[in-house]
T-cell receptor, first 117, second 110 residues
Framework: DAGITQSPRHKVTETGTPVTLRCHQT?????MYWYRQDPGHGLRLIHY???????DKGEVSDGYSVSRSKTEDFLLTLESATSSQTSVYFC????????????????FGPGTRLTVL | QKEVEQNSGPLSVPEGAIASLNCTYS??????FFWYRQYSGKSPELIMS????GDKEDGRFTAQLNKASQYVSLLIRDSQPSDSATYLC??????????FGSGTRLQVQP
């Protein structure tokens, strides 16, 4: 298994509270991603990082921010959680170069199940 | 229109049969394609990658890519009940992230 951990694995929080999810890798891969998975929508990209302090938005970035201060850690923050952010969140990593070709194989962490009441 | 389309299923096949899973994509710039298997409550697991037109075989799995028709498929030979899962097709359009289909649920009947 790729060395990816996510914490917490489960979290229940209330609307309006800030929440931070952590992804930690031991593979020293350059690229890290945050996805959310919802029934009927599949996996959708929230944000990704292509290096320390280098991040960019994905398809569903509103209401989320990220930070990457070290190669191994990628944090996802919900500034003020809403019920629509109830989901399963997956972190993924890739050794990708330009993001094309065989080097963009992505490997997923175990996921965090977040419930916003 | 979603960039990557899959039939949600369920696709039901008897044990020992060939399961055929299909995926179409709309972005002709897509270069690489991936098949992930996801068991209920678990994370996606990469099982096949394909970058060139034609077939790629790995054990009981064969991935097929036809860029002219914008079509990707996964064949699972000698299907086993343990293959019952949701299979996700993903394409790399070069924007550093993958675009996923919604997945096809496969049920292998003993």
């Amino acid at each position: 298994d790729a060395g990816i951990t996510q914490s917490p694995r489960h979290k229940v929080t209330e609307t309006g509270t800030p929440v931070t999810l952590r992804c930690h890798q031991t593979e020293n891969h350059r690229y890290m991603y945050w996805y959310r998975q919802d029934p009927g929508h599949g996996l959708r990209l929230i944000h990704y990082s292509y290096g320390v302090k280098d991040t960019d938005k994905g398809e569903v970035s509103d209401g989320y921010s990220v930070s990457r201060s070290k190669t191994e850690d990628f944090l996802l923050t919900l500034e003020s959680a809403t019920s629509s952010q109830t989901s399963v969140y997956f972190c993924a990593i890739s050794a990708g170069t330009s993001g094309r070709g065989p080097y963009n194989e992505q490997f997923f962490g175990p996921g965090t199940r977040l419930t916003v009441l | 229109q979603k960039e990557v389309e899959q039939n949600s299923g369920p696709l039901s096949v008897p044990e020992g049969a060939i399961a055929s899973l299909n995926c179409t994509y709309s972005d002709r710039g897509s270069q690489s394609f991936f098949w992930y298997r996801q068991y209920s409550g678990k994370s996606p697991e990469l099982i096949m990658s394909i970058y060139s037109n034609g077939d790629k075989e790995d054990g009981r799995f064969t991935a097929q890519l036809n860029k002219a028709s914008q079509y990707v498929s996964l064949l699972i030979r000698d299907s086993q009940p343990s293959d019952s899962a949701t299979y996700l097709c993903a394409g790399d359009t070069g924007r550093r992230a993958l675009t996923f289909g919604s997945g096809t649920r496969l049920q292998v009947q003993p």
